[in-house]
């Protein structure tokens, strides 16, 4: 039987203090001269990993794993210390921050893998076979179902606006989004609505003149609509708030029918992987459709592999929402925002936004 060991440390990188957590998979294999250790740097919760590690090391019962669940910007903060003092870093890196994660790429720290394997994914999910979407996750709003039990659930842009609008006292205070000063999936998103709604900004006004709680997790707002001290949470991560609602009775989501952003978290091996056959076997796993069905039915992440069929895959994603879905494109066009420049320029209007200017 295998042994998970759990250990936690802390960690001074990027929101110094955070955090993060290790789990060590053994392997169940007993030839000694086999056993491999496969190293995993990723922003996804254990819960989720756990389904995917052991049906992997099914596949693989030589290979131990050792998996590092880390927030974003430490993440990517690691594989450049680790890769620029010539260490060995992770065998596969694995985040939902795709911007950090293309700046991994395009900076020359992934190494090119091509198998049939990663042919099979749409071209628009991956990069030069070196960055490659692994999941297909919307964007939600997630709302508190007695709050609005007698009112119209929001279901674009400009109803959520039009409902923000009005002199809801009971609405002050209990709107929730992401902090784009501090989260970097938040920034992700406000990066997107800059590109898909002309009206964002006065979106974000009526955010602000209705005292919204700004976040860094997901696990928070959901938490806090649940409980009904919030009653909206916007631009939610979807897979997270999807598989809370299905077992918590006080929440439901909603996807914009205006638009609906879908985000990949990105794999990437490493160029100074200590393991990069390990790296390429989980990949390669990761993207199969036999990876992809556990990714959707037991991970609780939607599959982007176009023939995996199911509830919780880009197809049924598809077939439900048609063209208002948004998928981010894998490509240096998610650096923009990475720039200190355009950063600093997009954080600043979000400030004077919030406050009313």
Known sequence: ??????????????????????????????????????????????????????????????IAVSYHDLQSNDLYGRVIEESDHQKQTADLVFSSAMDLQMKLANDGYAAHYQSAVTDAIPGWAKWRNEAFGVTFEPAVVVYNKAFFKNRDVPKTRAALQALLSQDNSDLYGRIATYDVQRSGFGLLMLARD????????????????NGVKLYT?????????????????????????????RHDPAIDIVLLEDYTVVLSRIALIPRFAKSKAAGQLFLDFLLSKSGQQVLAEKAGLNAIHPQVDGAHTASALRAAMGQSLRPIKVGPGLLVYLDQVK??????????SLSGR
């Open 194 to 209: 800059l590109e898909h709604f002309p009206n964002i900004w006065n979106l974000v006004r009526a955010f602000g003149r």
């Open 343 to 352: 950063r600093a320029k997009l954080l600043n209007r979000w400030e004077q």
């Open 1 to 62: 039987m295998r042994r998970l060991v759990l250990t936690l440390c802390l960690i001074c990188a990027g929101f110094g203090g955070l955090r993060a957590e290790s789990y060590q998979f053994d392997a169940s294999s007993t030839a000694a001269a086999e056993l491999v250790t496969l190293t995993v740097y990723s922003t996804t919760d254990i819960d989720a990993a756990r389904p995917l590690v052991a049906a992997f090391q099914d596949l693989y019962p030589h």
């Open 217 to 245: 997790s997901t696990a928070a707002i959901l938490d806090r609509v649940s409980q009904g001290q919030f009653v909206l949470g916007y631009n939610v991560l979807g897979s997270y708030a999807s598989a809370r609602a």
